[in-house]
């Protein structure tokens, strides 16, 4: 199932991304091919962990092309309820020092900060785990 939502959505970044409606779906049916080559039609994390990965791009592709503001906040909350996915916050924090890096600052609405700030409060608990658990052994 989640290798399957994850070609519905890379459809849709492709979409987002101006490509024809045939491109559209050979892109989709490519990512299919290769989640399904990369996870042998198991139930892994990898599966779950690309599919995460591909609607929070999706997401934020879509909010550089339109600049809803709530495609941030939708992606906050998505990176919320994926609070123990170390991988995710490290993508969210790549995606805030890249505007910080390469956009204005004033550019940046208030939202990406939010969310921003979100992720590494979010983050904490599981980073916190992390190193005790790792004290232990």
Do not use: H
């Amino acid at each position: 199932m989640a290798t399957a939502l994850s070609i519905v959505v890379a459809s849709l970044i492709a979409r987002e991304l101006g490509v024809a409606a045939r491109a559209d779906t050979g892109g989709g049916q490519l990512r299919g091919v290769l989640g399904v080559l990369v996870t042998a039609n198991t139930l892994n994390t990898a599966v779950i962990d690309s599919f995460i990965w591909t609607l929070l791009t999706w997401l934020l592709v879509r909010w550089v092309r339109t600049r809803q503001d709530r495609l941030l906040l939708v992606a906050t909350v998505y990176r919320g309820i994926c609070a123990g996915k170390d991988l995710v916050a490290v993508f969210w924090i790549v995606l805030i020092g890249a505007v910080l890096a390469l956009a204005e600052r004033d550019a940046a609405p208030a939202v990406l900060w939010v969310s921003g700030a979100v992720t590494v409060v979010t983050s904490l608990p599981n980073l916190w785990w992390q190193l005790t658990t790792a004290r232990r052994s």
